[in-house]
């Protein structure tokens, strides 16, 4: 073939693949190049009637900046978000701002500049939008980053109960209440955690906590059928051991809450590390055949498992119905979080994982879609008692870990019980 031929031969051979029906014949010069797909990506909005005026939001936060989770959840409030090509406006408008501190780094200032929204120096100021009584229809409470300290026992003393307090006292003052997300775990402490539950059961408002987890992509697919038997469970994660560990303790329980009767409550944690992690798999407290079938769906992984995870931390989870599950913590194998489980009546144990997807962080898109589903309906989404019990699990395991693995029962967690949603 000569080079006049050679161009003819692949010129044709692009316009077959590229342009489906733009023939040289065809009268019309301009024809159509191949679609791009549109996968129909479903969200939990969804078939909710987008009726009257936008729900007004009240957004309460640490501290706002760049891919912090106050963008990541209170700027797909304002500016709206896409998931794979899907564009998705929520039904609502943030009508009033409060931002605790102010880094360098902050971009709370602009973006409410930006958007002509009121930046208030008081958590009741963006609630009552600087009047005297409740004056919007949800608020969303991310107390998460921020110049805060540690205690003794490495948790990040975040104010979520402080803020939700405000909140509350505004609710209790106007005579009204509305429907609250607060993101990740509810507080450091049990106590405060379940005094923020009480407070909702009380006054009797629509509540949502946790993080992006247990919502997000599932690589392969995988939803297991409620009233499943589950011969064992065992979550991945990695990085922070409080931080971290409550997104690989939500990894587990956002499955395991699908068992035969629901979700019944924790009798006992514990937290290994180091060796004692190690040894604790050849005593069979947690099942190394399950950490490797869930690491197998991790796509990045670095060096050989015991070897890159000298230092690893796994969490015993001891369930009052008699099940027993675990999470473990890699500290340099995988960065990445995964699940695993044997279930009865299945020759293989199953395996996913919990796909985040940066930048653009289609994970808390979906969040933040379950929580506009919760302000239009003032229906909770999902239960909020899984993160009640996942806080009061991870309090008790960061006293376990502070005592040097003792084994911490906990009665409080064993009256925790709810239903999955389907």
């Not at 969200?43 to 939001?57: A, F, M, Q, S, Y």
């Not at 009121?118 to 009047?131: H, I, K, M, Q, Y």
């Not at 402080?162 to 997300?181: M, N, Q, T, Y």
């Not at 450091?188 to 997000?216: C, D, H, I, K």
Request: charged letters at 25%; a neutral charge.
């Amino acid at each position: 073939m000569n080079r006049r031929g050679f161009l003819a031969a692949s010129a044709a051979s692009l316009a077959g693949g590229t342009a489906r029906g733009a023939r040289a014949q065809d009268a019309d010069p301009a024809g159509e190049s191949q679609r791009m797909p549109e996968p129909a990506v479903a969200l939990p909005t969804d078939g909710v009637p987008r009726e009257g005026p936008p729900k007004r939001i009240a957004a309460v936060t640490t501290v706002y900046w760049k891919y912090s989770h106050a963008d990541d959840i209170i700027t797909k409030f304002i500016e709206g978000y896409s998931v794979i090509g899907r564009t998705h406006l929520p039904h609502c408008k943030v009508a009033g701002l409060y931002v605790e501190q102010f880094p360098d780094t902050d971009i709370g200032r602009g973006m409410a500049a930006r958007y002509k929204i009121p930046l208030f120096d008081t958590v009741a100021g963006a609630v009552t939008l600087g009047g005297d009584k409740l004056a919007v229809d949800g608020v969303l409470l991310v107390g998460e980053h921020g110049d805060y300290p540690l205690n003794e026992k490495g948790q990040q003393l975040y104010p979520r109960r402080r803020l939700f307090e405000e909140i509350v006292k505004v609710f209790r003052a106007s005579g009204k209440k509305v429907p609250v997300f607060n993101d990740k775990h509810l507080s450091y402490s049990w106590e405060n955690a379940n005094w923020m539950y009480r407070q909702s059961r009380e006054l009797g408002f629509p509540m949502m906590a946790g993080s992006s987890v247990p919502v997000t992509w599932r690589r392969p697919p995988l939803e297991i059928r409620i009233g499943s038997e589950f011969e064992g469970a065992l979550s991945v994660g990695y990085a922070g051991i409080e931080s971290y560990g409550f997104h690989t303790l939500e990894a587990l329980q956002v499955f395991v809450e699908r068992r035969r009767d629901g979700e019944t409550g924790v009798r006992a944690v514990q937290c290994l590390e180091g060796a004692e992690a190690w040894k604790g798999a050849e005593r069979g407290l947690w099942r190394r055949d399950l950490l490797e079938r869930a690491l197998e769906r991790v796509p990045d992984r670095r060096g050989k498992l015991e070897d890159a995870d000298r230092e690893p931390v796994v969490f015993l989870v001891e369930y009052a119905d008699g099940f027993r599950a675990a999470s473990y913590l890699s500290r340099g194998h995988a960065s990445e979080f995964a699940f695993a489980a044997e279930l009865k009546g299945r020759a293989a144990p199953v395996a996913t994982w919990f796909y985040l997807p940066k930048p653009q962080r289609d994970h808390f898109s979906f969040l933040s879609n379950h929580i506009e589903k919760m302000f239009l309906t003032g229906r909770e989404s999902y239960p909020v008692e899984r993160t009640l019990l996942t806080t009061g699990m991870l309090a008790a395991l960061m006293d376990s870990r502070a005592a040097g693995g003792k084994r911490i029962e906990t009665p409080h967690l064993a009256d925790v019980r709810y239903q999955p949603v389907g």
